[in-house]
């Protein structure tokens, strides 16, 4: 610094600042991974660890792929945890902050997620890795949540996909994280990867868009294997369109018994059958597909140092190189697909013991969520769908019906418990209560004996009852549903009372103001008369949760958004998707067992419309169309839930409780002479003598 006398100011040395800042005009001369090795640091959960390319060998080349001008996007696709997003988010921001700066979005699916990222993650990594540590201004302005300024002049912006996020706005590069964790289109502007890659359109060679993710969309329609190009992925949306639409590249083991080379999907993994799942994962090894010789766990970290990236056509039928570059797949697109068996943070233990309880849970339950979620995060390979009830039409199924028909309002042979349930539809076009009877019997085989409407209020000159308005209404549940016995199929004159009744609590109701409103108030207020009248243990109010809960029911009290409600009554949340998924899996069955679905011959075929009025959509979840009846679908959905809530599927069926027992035994079961008691006598309250102080 010079100093001047005659104006008191002291003067920044020109050539000083040129030399502290030349660093700022370093030409390139590291690929990412190098110099990632070098001097990246990354978050590890709880501090920061030494990024190291050694620990996940196979992430080295799509890293190294985002520097190349030759391709002008990367897609990644693998399971969780295996170390990509690291790679290909902090090592990509470290190689373009310190080699190559430009300016760069990152997409997140959700904004939350984008925020916990920059506060946690890149905060540490940025704090510790000292290169880019030496490119922070330091200014406040320039570190907040959604943007970041370095001195070389580069902007890192976070965000989720909005269309104001994903417009207007021109990038060098453009990523996407967990691109399968929201919707592939952004609101009418169409793909959200195609918006990225306008975004850095103007960059045009040195521009650069990734996308890397787990899949997370179900494949409805499967091509058979012999369909399949060698390395392509099932046709679905998400992350999986993106990678069938590159070069297709899948990481390869050479076989160190017979030198060939072979893809280590999930289907290499080999163990000794046990009855215990932990005994049988125990005994997980790896076995080459063409000399079936045997791999340890403990080979797995020079295998990967040893494998190698092939684009599709790259190994031949036997296992060996094609040099031929006219059979090989080529694109503008750098596309890679890994499964969880080469993940360096998944051992091969745990996979399979994972496996065999998903398996089992889908075998007993018909419940594919497990299932899904396994081959989705831990294998990293879209899920093809076990049921195909969305395939099965109303025609089909009331063909199977008429083959085993059954009377209508009679509890069958081998039924051993009732379940109610209402849909309630409010509104003063079509305002009821849509009722079912279901019958469950051993091994969970299960008959539809009733359905009907209440559709006339008598303590109202008969008008149309309108459950979102009147509350006196849902009191004609009592007599009709709640209390309603059914006759034993052995003409005995025995009857059998409902174990529990379950009614939705959400029915829609009129617009006030635009805006829909609801029954939930209403039957809040019925609940607790119910409690008056000691039969609030017969009756369970159920709402559809979100579908990212992990129980199948949860029993929660809500005290905060009713006035009605004050953490006193009791609210079933369903996890409609998976029971649904069971009802599928019950009614597809077209043999006898359990679970068996007995459809009903006696109804109409609008019950069979009802039952298969939704489809799946590509990320897995139920949908319905817009106005089509769905409500035998929902009922057996609400049916399965209070089967479980009741304990249905833990039944011992050499020893099952009261209430399932056969029915000399049963205590719903009610003999010909005695009346059907369903009220709850209170519990006798002590006088307790009073102590010294009153």
């Known amino acids: 610094m010079n100093f001047h006398s005659d104006l008191n100011v002291r003067f920044a ?67 969780a945890r295996s170390g990509k997003t690291k790679a290909m988010v902090e090592g ?30 890149l905060d540490r990594c940025f704090s510790a890795t000292n290169k880019i540590k030496a490119l922070r201004t330091g200014r406040k302005s320039d570190d907040n949540i959604t943007s970041k300024q370095f001195k070389n002049g580069m902007i890192l912006k976070l965000d989720s996909a909005t269309e104001t996020s994903l417009s207007a706005s021109t990038y060098r590069y453009a990523g ?106 125990a005994t997980a090894y790896c ?45 503008k697109w750098a596309t890679f697909w890994f499964e969880g068996v080469i993940a360096a943070y998944a051992s091969w233990e745990k996979l399979v013991y994972r496996y065999l309880n998903a398996q089992e849970q889908f075998n007993s339950s018909g419940d594919e969520e497990a299932l899904k979620s396994f081959l989705n995060v831990n294998i990293g390979r879209p899920y093809i769908l076990q ?47 849509v009722v079912q009877a279901q019958v469950y019997g051993e091994g969970l085989q299960r008959w539809v004996i009733d359905r009907f409407e209440i559709l006339i209020a008598p303590h109202r000159n008969d008008e149309r009852l309108n459950p979102a308005v009147y509350a006196e209404d849902w009191d004609l549940l009592i007599e009709q549903v709640i209390k309603k016995t059914y006759p034993l199929a052995d003409d005995s004159g025995r009857v059998m009372k409902p174990v529990i009744t379950l009614c939705d609590s959400g029915g829609s109701g009129d617009k006030r103001g635009n805006k829909p409103t609801s029954v939930t108030e209403l039957s809040y207020q019925f609940f607790n008369r119910l409690k008056g009248k000691g039969l609030s243990h017969l009756f369970r109010l159920v709402k559809g949760a979100s579908r990212d809960m992990e129980q199948l029911v949860k029993e929660s009290y809500p005290d905060k958004r009713s006035k009605h409600a004050h953490g006193e009554i009791p609210l079933l ?23 068996y679905f007995h459809l009903p011959s006696w109804t109409s075929r609008n019950w069979f419309d009802e039952l298969t009025a939704e489809y799946i959509d590509e990320k897995g979840n139920w949908q319905k169309p817009d106005k089509a009846r769905n409500e035998s679908f929902d009922l057996c959905a609400y049916a399965e839930a209070g089967m479980h809530y009741k304990g249905g599927d833990e039944i011992n069926w050499q020893n099952p409780p009261h209430w399932a027992a056969e029915w000399q035994f049963n205590s719903n079961v009610v003999d010909a002479d005695q009346a059907a008691q369903f009220e709850r006598k209170p519990k006798p309250r002590y006088n307790h003598s009073r102590g010294i102080f009153g």
């Open 92 to 121: 990509w921001i470290n190689y373009a902050v310190t080699q190559s700066p430009g300016d760069m979005l990152l997409i997140y699916s959700t904004k939350t997620k984008a925020t916990d990222m920059s506060k946690v993650d």
């Open 387 to 433: 049921n195909r009830g969305n395939e099965i039409g109303a025609h089909e199924l009331m063909e199977r019906a008429q083959d085993n028909p059954y009377p209508r309002g009679i509890v069958p042979d081998g039924g051993r418990f009732l379940i109610m349930t209402i849909d309630v539809q409010g509104g003063k076009e079509n305002s009821r209560f």
């Open 287 to 331: 076995q080459c597909p063409r000399c079936t010789y045997r791999l340890e766990e403990t080979e797995k970290a020079a295998l990967n140092l040893n494998g190698r990236w092939f684009r599709e056509g790259g190994i031949d039928q036997y296992g060996q190189i094609v040099e031929d570059e006219s059979q090989i797949r080529k694109d």
């Open 573 to 595: 949340m369903l996890h409609t998707n998976r029971l649904k998924n069971r009802v599928v899996a019950s009614y597809e069955r077209a043999e006898f067992g359990a679970r």
């Open 13 to 79: 040395d020109a050539a000083e600042i040129r030399r502290n800042l030349a660093y700022l005009c370093a030409p390139t001369d590291k690929l990412p991974v190098e110099a990632a090795d070098e001097d990246l640091w990354i978050s590890d959960g709880t501090d920061v660890t030494k990024f190291l390319s050694m620990q996940t060998p196979y992430m080295r080349e799509p890293l190294n792929c985002l520097a190349r001008r030759v391709y002008e996007a990367v897609i990644v696709v693998g399971p």
């Open 176 to 281: 996407c994280t967990d691109y399968d964790r929201s919707d592939d289109s952004v609101g009418e502007e169409g793909s959200k990867f195609e918006l990225m890659l306008m975004r850095v359109q103007n960059a045009k060679s040195s521009g650069m868009a990734m996308a890397e993710s787990s899949p997370g969309r179900v494949v409805r329609h499967p091509k058979k294997p012999e369909e399949l190009g060698v390395h392509e992925g099932q046709p679905c949306g998400g992350i999986t369109r993106l990678y069938n639409q590159g070069d297709r590249r899948r990481f390869y083991w050479q076989c160190p018994d017979c030198d060939a080379w072979f893809m280590p999907h999930f289907e290499v993994l080999k163990w000794d059958e046990h009855k215990n799942p932990n005994e049988a994962a």
